[in-house]
């Protein structure tokens, strides 16, 4: 990461958000790590077997990133892409554990 780069999670009120690019039709379920996006911004790698049709690649995402994180999947949103790869996620909960949940999930 840059010096200058955004971080792919950022503290929010009442949560964190995090910054995505989701690769799906992969061969398997995975948080890959980080790598430098568009206009100076982290992006988690998040790579998913579901097809992007009807939404499915995007709840496959969101059970991913709760199994991953152990938190509820009715604290993840999904606030920016949705058709996109390029995705922004809320979590809601705990600033502070969160930010130390999520990072430590690719070795940050």
């Known amino acids: 990461m840059g010096p200058d ?3 792919a999670v950022e503290a929010v009120a009442g949560g964190v958000r995090v910054h995505l690019r989701v ?3 992969a061969s398997r379920n ?3 790590g980080t790598m430098d996006g568009p206009e100076g911004r ?3 790698k998040v790579a998913v077997t579901t097809v992007p049709e009807d ?3 995007n709840e496959a995402v969101l059970k991913l ?3 991953t994180w152990r938190v509820p ?3 993840l949103t999904i606030v920016a892409g949705l058709t996109d790869r390029n995705k922004v996620v809320a979590v809601a909960g705990d ?3 969160l930010l130390a949940t999520i990072r430590a999930s690719w070795g940050d």
Do not use: N
Request: glycine letters at 4%.
């Open 30 to 32: 995975a948080v890959l």
């Open 55 to 57: 939404g499915k690649a």
């Open 5 to 7: 780069a955004k971080p």
């Open 95 to 97: 600033t502070k554990v």
């Open 42 to 44: 982290q992006l988690l």
């Open 65 to 67: 990133l709760s199994k």
């Open 73 to 75: 999947k009715s604290t």
């Open 23 to 25: 690769t799906p039709r």
